[in-house]
């Protein structure tokens, strides 16, 4: 099994910063993508940033420009840097990571594993 930690929400006023960030743990042999999500009262949950195995990233249009989604591969973690934050970046934002573990007796498989979500609160 996998497991993800997340640290890092909390309360910003408008135009601040913040930073999360996500740790794995496990019999990890990869990780092949890392990703934020975030999901806001009454709304679908939705992609922030994700970032491939080969340093390829991809944002959300509403973020562009303003959030940072970096990964360190030796630490198993995720980070997602937010600046110039507005109040409708408020939700909880999720980490969730892909890629394969060790199984009992060595089997290689596959895992998808998200983490408890940790809010991000933006006053105006």
């Known amino acids: 099994q996998v497991q993800l930690v997340e640290s890092g929400g909390g309360l910003v006023q408008a135009g601040g910063s913040l930073r999360l960030s996500c740790a794995a743990s496990g019999t990890i042999s990869v990780i092949n993508r890392m990703a934020w999500y975030r999901q806001a009262p009454g709304k679908q949950r939705e992609l922030v940033a994700a970032i491939t195995s080969g340093g390829s990233t991809n944002y959300a249009d509403s973020v562009k420009g303003r959030f940072t989604i970096s990964r360190d591969n030796a630490k198993k973690m995720v980070s997602l840097q937010m600046n110039s934050l507005k109040p409708e970046d408020a939700a909880v934002y999720f980490c969730?990571?892909?890629?394969?573990?060790?199984?009992?007796?060595?089997?290689?498989?596959?895992?998808?594993?998200w983490g408890q979500g940790t809010q991000v609160t933006v006053s105006s």
């Open positions: 969730n990571q892909v890629g394969k573990y060790f199984g009992e007796i060595g089997r290689l498989l596959d895992f998808a594993s």
